[in-house]
């Protein structure tokens, strides 16, 4: 039951983002309806495991802070210019956080496994309709990019981006845990991983992902070194997002984009944003308003988090948001610094935030990246806070040497059998 109800999260947080069946109009799609199917049936489950959730999770600032900013766009939505679709966008969140408590019990290692099972099954499909011929695993034959299962080339670059982080996450762990690596089956996970992030052309995400691989390796390593592994990532990843986004759009297009257009939608949403800076225009609506300006077309989402969270939920949304934000970061880091383990929380968010500069991966509405950072967040700090409650009873000391007779150190809390 408790890998089933994993799985079921998975398939739900995957199908959030898939290539769109319709039925009917154009607007009736079936894959939401099927996520918020999945979700309720993973709290018909697990709803034992719900009722003796830690209360102390509960009232963490993750999860305190996350849902104040759901009740905070519940109220924007009195107000929204398209108050219906973003109310179901609210309710599947709340769904999300609801089922990801219920969860909480697993550890974050068996969420990533299962994470990357299921994402070996969209290379495998997107790779099977490319080599096929097939026309709707690409983007557009004229500008071959492939998309694969996913709904966008960017959405199937951001889960093998995901994929990799959290599989390098993992690895280490097991190195720290002192468990057998399996280096074989990751190095090919990661070659897929990379030659499909290639394949979707992705190109800001492709520097902010490196930058964050060296950040990995920063909280991975000891000693002054670190801080030279630091620096390399960022001027390493500055020189690739100057590179692919800026050198690159000017000598194919033949024409300077700044930042391949996103200053003009910024200059855009900005001029909107001063009409309700502090209550916003209604969570889920950025697209919808400015499709009226440009006869049914319009920008996806701001190109940057906190321009969209301030378009939708305003001033007072943004301040929560952020502090949301910063709640993962320090929990994150507390989750290293307490048992010793690379944070997947950590890592993630700060990708997100890398990536959160030129596009919007969290703030906005459910998505794969989204679903699966806020269950690794709930695993972690519930794994965290029973290691320093067995810290506190003294049946568990951290970073201490052990009471072996080779007086090796005690491994980390979470890492048995297998490292969090």
């Excluded at 109009?25 to 495991?49: G, K, Q, Y």
């Excluded at 107000?79 to 990801?100: D, E, F, K, M, Q």
């Excluded at 906190?306 to 910063?326: D, I, K, M, N, P």
């Amino acid at each position: 039951m408790r890998v089933l109800t994993l799985l079921l999260f998975m398939l739900a947080i995957f199908l959030i983002n898939a290539h769109f069946i319709r039925v009917g109009e154009e607007e009736n799609r079936i894959w939401p309806p099927m996520v918020l199917a999945l979700l309720s049936l993973i709290l018909l489950l697990r709803t034992p495991n719900l009722l003796r959730v830690n209360w102390k999770l509960l009232v963490s600032p993750v999860v305190l802070l996350f849902a104040l900013n759901l009740v905070w766009l519940g109220i924007v939505q009195f107000w929204s210019v398209a108050p219906a679709g973003g109310r179901s966008h609210i309710i599947l969140l709340w769904l999300t956080l609801v089922a990801a408590l219920a969860l909480s019990e697993e550890r974050p290692y068996r969420s990533v496994l299962a994470f990357v099972g299921c994402l070996c099954i969209v290379y495998a499909w997107s790779w099977a309709g490319a080599a096929a011929g097939q026309d709707w695993v690409v983007l557009d034959r004229s500008q071959w990019r492939l998309k694969g299962v996913m709904m966008h080339p960017q959405t199937l670059a951001l889960v093998a981006i995901t994929g990799v982080i959290v599989g390098l996450v993992w690895q280490l762990n097991r190195q720290t845990a002192g468990a057998v690596p399996h280096r074989g089956r990751m190095t090919a996970f990661f070659l897929v991983s990379l030659a499909t992030l290639l394949a979707t052309q992705g190109r800001s995400l492709t520097a902010f992902f490196v930058v964050t691989l060296f950040v990995v390796y920063f909280f991975h390593i000891k000693g002054p070194k670190r801080i030279w592994v630091l620096l390399a990532g960022i001027a390493i990843g500055i020189a690739l997002y100057v590179a692919v986004d800026i050198i690159l759009p000017m000598i194919s297009r033949g024409q300077e984009e700044t930042l391949s257009g996103r200053t003009i939608i910024w200059e855009m949403t900005l001029r909107e944003i001063a009409k309700a800076p502090f209550l916003g225009f209604g969570f889920g609506t950025y697209q919808d308003y400015f499709s009226s300006f440009y006869n049914n077309w319009s920008p996806g989402h701001a190109h940057n988090l906190w321009l969209q969270v301030t378009f939708e939920s305003g001033l007072v949304g943004t301040v929560l948001y952020t502090f949301f934000l910063l709640a993962l970061m320090q929990r994150g880091y507390r989750f290293q610094r307490d048992t010793g383990l690379v944070s997947y929380t950590l890592c993630l968010t700060i990708f997100c935030l890398l990536g959160g500069m030129t596009s919007v991966f969290l703030g906005e509405k459910l998505s794969t990246l989204y679903g699966l950072l806020l269950l690794l967040a709930l695993q972690e700090e519930r794994l965290r806070l029973e290691a320093l409650a067995r810290q506190r009873v003294g049946t568990l000391p951290l970073h201490r040497p052990s009471a072996s007779p080779s007086g090796t150190e005690a491994r980390p809390p979470g890492a048995e059998p297998q490292p969090a």
